[in-house]
């Protein structure tokens, strides 16, 4: 399934998505920053053999979540506002609500399915949330003035 835009409807499409480019690259840079600090605590600070306080291995067991979670709102928002700009149907609150919405059940159903492996953390879809939140205040922050009441 194609969008099919005639050049007028491009013209106007292309303007919207480059008025708004420095926002897609400021999001984009958060959410590789953020992701930079998954795999920083995963693969380096979690691998070693340190004896960590309880707070800080709970915060290593816990932050990959967060900063994933505020990531992949990041990625899902752009996404989602570029496509439902190009049907003609954009509106932010439902990007907004559709990209924190896909990343919380997401990342929920993923912590449900770990569970024949790990056992349920909540701190987890708590983290979740919160990461969902923070992104979802930057994305809001941005875009705001984009509000069609």
Known sequence: MGINLNIFEKKEVEKIINKDKPKYILLTV??????????Y?????RAKEIAYSENETF???????FFGAAAFVSVVFIYHKIYKTLLGT???????????????IGFFLWEIIRMG????????IIMTFAGCTLSTILIFALFYKNIKL
Not at 30 to 39: C, I
Not at 94 to 104: E, L, P, Q
Not at 117 to 124: N, T, V
């Open 41 to 45: 605590i995963q693969y380096f600070l």
């Open 59 to 65: 915060l290593l067991g816990t932050l990959p979540s």
């Open 117 to 124: 492996l790990y056992p349920f953390d909540i701190y987890d």
């Open 90 to 104: 954009y509106k932010l609150q439902k990007s907004i609500y559709f990209s924190f919405a896909f990343t919380f």
């Open 30 to 39: 958060w959410e590789l920053l953020l992701m930079g600090l998954v795999v």
